[in-house]
């Protein structure tokens, strides 16, 4: 069963004349913030969309070392799994499931964010009251929501930093097919610098959603390039917007792994191009269908990959379904969505607390608002 959820855009600064998808087709089945010292965003910055990385000269500073240790650490406390601790003395079925998590992965490039914090992402584009709580909310609203909800999750596992972050839709899928016949929406510069100007505001990062509709991540994402470069813009990709031949909102789409490795590749040439600190990309899924050879996803030292659970229902299919499409396919890191609305519809008894949350197995490290 599928649900479609799209509203026409109604923020007064901008009303769009197409409809934007406020996550169409969604369903979920029923079984220290980069470099010390580094300025988190530049009030002057000039931009020139789809100028691709330049060959001038960078200086490139040394990178922070990274501390294996700990974060080998991290990753087996992330994991879950009762096991892994040395005084366990498990003798249930369970004992003998394999062993899936911490997933392997590189090290990282000194820098890394994850898994040394966690990353709380308000998610939704400024044009449309539909998408999410950045267009839902005045700006002060959202504000004062985010930094609320932020408070919640530190308080829930004080041992993990908490990091705010802007989730902006800079590509939103379309109703309609557009001149180009693409339909997607790419959204100007001064809305992104809109969601750079409010991470500021909360000491946080910027990641930029794209749906890309029936473009392609390829046609996309070197548009984006210039505000990609900058050390706190952070990327995320929707599978579910990825069509090959039926129209956004119709039915779910999908990427393969060479489309999640090509982004990584991507955002990978621009931390080495400009000595960024790592990356990190998110693909969103919540079927197995949605992201296909996931197994050949490649995590690089340069981008950390979390696949975030972005489905909504009650609590028990949510879980179910972080289950059966992240648990059982790891790749790297996880993540969680939760929706301030959807997730009430009866049956719902209650969205999930961060507590409940961080009972999962393994424990989401980015934490996804819609």
Request: charged share 20%.
């Amino acid at each position: 069963m599928f649900e479609r959820h799209h509203k026409r855009a109604t923020n007064p600064r901008t009303p769009l004349a197409r409809p934007l998808f406020a996550i169409g087709l969604i369903f979920v089945a029923s079984a220290g913030v980069g470099y010390a010292g580094t300025r988190l965003l530049s009030d002057d910055v000039a931009f020139t969309r789809g100028v691709p990385p330049s060959s001038e000269t960078v200086t490139k500073p040394p990178r922070p070392p990274l501390d294996r240790a700990l974060y080998d650490a991290k990753l087996k406390a992330l994991a879950n799994d009762p096991r892994l601790s040395a005084t366990t003395t498990d003798t249930s079925a369970t004992a003998t499931r394999p062993f899936l998590w911490p997933a392997e992965a590189p090290y990282p490039l000194g820098g890394a964010l994850l898994p040394f914090n966690r990353i709380v992402a308000y998610y939704g584009n400024y044009l449309s009251t539909g998408m999410g709580v950045l267009g839902e909310y005045s700006h002060d609203e959202m504000i004062a929501k985010l930094k609320a909800t932020v408070a919640l999750w530190q308080a829930a596992d004080p041992s993990t930093p908490v990091i705010p972050a802007i989730d902006y839709i800079a590509v939103t899928a379309q109703g309609s097919a557009g001149k180009d016949g693409k339909y997607r929406l790419r959204m100007p510069d001064s809305e992104i610098q809109q969601a750079l100007d409010d991470a500021r505001e909360v000491n946080g990062i910027v990641i930029l959603d794209v749906q890309v509709g029936k473009s392609t991540l390829q046609d996309e994402l070197p548009l984006l390039a210039d505000f990609l470069r900058l050390p706190q813009v952070h990327l995320a990709i929707d599978p579910e917007f990825a069509m090959h031949g039926a129209a956004p909102g119709t039915v779910i789409g999908s990427f393969d792994a060479k489309d999640i490795n090509y982004a990584a590749q991507f955002l990978a040439e621009l931390v080495d191009t400009y000595n960024l600190p790592p990356k990190i990309l998110i693909v969103h899924r919540f079927t197995e269908d949605m992201v296909t050879r996931a197994s050949m996803i490649k995590p690089l030292p340069e981008v950390q990959i979390v696949m975030d659970m972005d489905g909504w229902g009650d609590q028990a299919k949510k879980i179910n379904t972080y289950q059966r499409v992240i648990y059982s396919e790891p790749v790297q890191f996880t993540g969680f969505k939760l929706f301030y609305k959807n997730d009430l519809k009866p049956p719902s008894t209650g969205m999930m607390t961060p507590v409940q949350v961080l009972k999962l197995a393994p424990k989401p490290i980015f934490i996804q608002y819609q």
